[in-house]
């Protein structure tokens, strides 16, 4: 699938987050126990949710490593902190972008776009990667209608 790459200001936003460490076998698992988590903490906050969910990676995984993880969902304020779940607030940024049609597990080669149209236009990777989840697994059966927005902040 070609991949177009851009460029955009994602604006300074609140969001529900919990981190947590996975691994490429236990991932699928962790991203529904902790969004679960979200979701519960922010419905008894009373905060409604304001955009799509999304996962920041902040290790490279593969087969043999795992790493850290935060999921987030962006809300319209503030919340008191529970358990693991904290209320953050995220800054305005600058992300090259693409959007990645079709199953997770097939999104390493937007990965690769992504990176690569960084290095050719001469700007650095400014923090960990972002996968922004645009379309809810439980709406559609069919993994190749997923959309998934993969952004890397840049400086």
Do not use: N
């Not at 919990?18 to 991932?27: D, E, G, V, W």
């Not at 304020?77 to 305005?92: K, L, T």
């Not at 149209?117 to 972002?130: K, N």
């Amino acid at each position: 699938m070609p991949y177009d790459v851009q460029v955009k200001t994602v604006p300074a936003t609140h969001v529900a987050s919990i981190r947590c460490h996975t691994s490429a076998a236990t991932i699928g698992a962790d991203l529904m126990e902790g969004f679960g988590a979200i979701g519960q903490t922010i419905g008894m906050a009373g905060v409604p949710m304001t955009g799509p969910p999304y996962l920041v990676m902040f290790d490279v995984m593969d087969e043999e490593t795992g790493g850290d993880i935060e999921l987030a969902f962006p809300v319209a304020s503030a919340f008191e902190d529970a358990g693991d779940v904290h209320s953050v607030d995220v800054p305005e940024m600058t992300v090259a972008w693409t959007i990645h049609q079709g199953p997770y597990d097939e999104i390493g080669p937007a990965y690769h776009t992504v990176t690569g149209w960084i290095q050719e236009h001469g700007h650095d990777i400014a923090g960990p990667p972002r996968e922004v989840y645009l379309t809810d697994p439980s709406e559609t059966d069919d993994p190749d209608e997923y959309l998934t927005e993969i952004q890397f902040p840049i400086g």
